[in-house]
């Protein structure tokens, strides 16, 4: 497991309610809980300053809170003008109870 990084407990993170983590060596990021499958993104806007953990998550979808663009919450591409730079997404592993993504 050395070669992961352990961002939170699963139990942390709700449905429809993305976490806000701060991992060493990585930008801002988002963990989702969408239909009992996590997901992690960069938290930053691609289109303006904003976190996306301060925004709306609608199913699979995060929504901007500055312009009410969104991204895919899966594959991080932009899904609603007028946000159209893809965010970063990154694999998830699920380790004893914690939210993990690769340390690479």
């Not at 691609?46 to 929504?63: F, K, R, S, V």
């Not at 899966?74 to 109870?97: H, L, M, N, R, W």
Request: net charge negative; with cysteine; glycine share 8%.
């Amino acid at each position: 497991m050395s070669d992961l990084i352990i961002l939170c407990k699963a139990e942390d993170v709700k449905e429809e309610a993305p976490l806000a983590v701060n991992p060493d060596g990585f930008p801002g990021l988002a963990v989702y809980l969408h239909e009992d499958e996590y997901f992690v993104s960069d938290n930053l806007c691609t289109h303006g300053m904003a976190m996306l953990t301060d925004g709306y998550q609608d199913g699979d979808e995060i929504e901007c809170p500055f312009h009410g663009g969104a991204f895919s919450i899966k594959t991080g591409e932009a899904t609603s003008f007028p946000c159209q730079i893809p965010i970063k997404t990154y694999p998830v592993s699920v380790v004893d109870g914690n939210i993990c993504i690769s340390a690479a």
